[in-house]
């Protein structure tokens, strides 16, 4: 059986408060044509499915053009588990009826031994979802208590909950069938990201991966950067964009998997090209305009970080003359200077003397006269004087 595994869609998400439906659109457009190019049985979306628990009605109609796509006009089956970020009961509405056509949604903690079960030409395949969920709902769910009796479970951590929970289906396996289970949580070792959300302080949330040994395949959810852990069958496919920019180095991509009849995956990463990058420049305001002019990727997510160490008039204006989707911007060479000059006694007034005088350079598109800089000299330094003389008097 051939399936395609991806995650952490969080359609609907803003950076910046720019919004990246446009961007999701394109991706999710990528994905539907890679399912259909490698002729998949199967996509599995491990997760954070939408960026918040109550959606915006565009990310609600987005989805939903995505699922009939897949379902309806490809026929592929389509298998989902919430994650931290999505609302299980919302988006398990009316899930029973929606398998009928294909749209597999395993939020119900209470029925995690009831796998989805697909055929191919060598025997059936077991879909199991664990949805994300933390130490205290599965206790709900299974009527446990903390400390309760030796031979009770006590689930109190993150990853006692997952060790039930996969002893609870891995109990359930049928002789012959292959198993695959979709999980949305944090193994332990894994490299994070600044754009998860933790699932709990301090820790708690790491789960350790040979809960799920006895898997021929583990669909992981919640991670950003694609990676796996253990074994190469206990996977995170990533997500399929880049949510912030600790991730500018991340590669993202989806995962094509072959199981064969005896359960052993052939694992392929298809790449996926975003409608616009998101990546960093740093340099002097000159070298990035200079570069700009030949810049195919104008249209890039850009967080810039100038070395100039001066004061520059509506730096963001002339930037954005050639990078229209700049996100932040940073002055590490300005913060620098002001971090030396806040070292040196107040008595010298370069620094304010300089950087006024850059200012009125690029206001006035001249530079100050000699009279006109003498002036600013002694109004600086009357100042300068009067606040040595306010802080004298507070100390005495």
Not at 117 to 135: H, R
Not at 207 to 215: G, P, R
């Amino acid at each position: 059986m051939r399936f395609l595994h991806t995650s952490d869609w969080h359609i609907g998400r803003a950076f910046h408060n720019v919004s990246l439906l446009q961007d999701q659109a394109h991706i999710l457009q990528q994905i539907i044509a890679i399912a259909k190019e490698q002729k998949v049985d199967a996509i599995l979306v491990a997760g954070d499915i939408y960026d918040r628990s109550v959606p915006p009605a565009t990310a609600v109609e987005l989805l939903d053009k995505v699922v009939d796509e897949i379902v309806n006009t490809l026929n592929i089956a389509l298998i989902l588990i919430p994650g931290n970020h999505d609302s299980a009961q919302r988006l398990g509405f009316a899930s029973r009826q929606l398998q009928r056509s294909g749209l597999y949604i395993l939020g119900d903690l209470a029925s995690i031994t009831t796998p989805i079960v697909l055929q191919d030409d060598s025997g059936e395949v077991a879909f199991w979802g664990i949805p994300y969920s933390d130490p205290a709902s599965v206790r709900s769910v299974f009527c446990l208590e903390i400390n309760q009796q030796q031979d009770t479970p006590n689930v109190s951590s993150h990853d006692a909950a997952i060790q039930l929970l996969c002893q609870k289906i891995t109990a359930n396996f049928t002789k012959g069938q292959r198993n695959v289970v979709l999980s949305h949580c944090f193994i332990d070792g894994s490299s994070e990201s600044e754009s998860e959300r933790p699932l709990s302080i301090g820790g708690a949330d790491r789960v350790n991966w040979q809960h799920f040994e006895l898997f021929d395949y583990v669909a992981l959810g919640h991670l950003h950067g694609r990676q796996f852990k253990g074994k190469d069958c206990i996977r995170y496919c990533g997500s399929p964009l880049k949510y912030s920019f600790s991730e500018e180095k991340h590669i993202k991509s989806v995962v094509i998997v072959d199981l064969d009849k005896d359960g052993v995956c052939e694992i392929e990463q298809l790449v996926l090209t975003p409608l616009r990058n998101m990546r960093s420049i740093i340099g002097q305001l000159d070298e990035i305009l200079s570069a700009a002019i030949n810049d195919p990727n104008k249209d890039d997510y850009l967080l810039v970080k100038l070395t100039d160490s001066h004061a520059i008039l509506d730096v963001m204006g002339k930037l954005r003359e050639f990078y229209p989707n700049i996100l932040h911007l940073e002055r590490p060479g300005l913060m620098a200077a002001k971090s030396s000059q806040s070292k040196q006694p107040k008595k010298n007034n370069t620094s304010e003397s300089v950087m006024f005088s850059d200012f009125f350079t690029q206001v006035m598109d001249r530079a100050l006269s000699e009279d006109e800089s003498a002036l600013v000299n002694k109004v600086i330094l009357d100042l300068l004087d009067k606040d040595q003389d306010q802080d004298s008097g507070e100390r005495g």
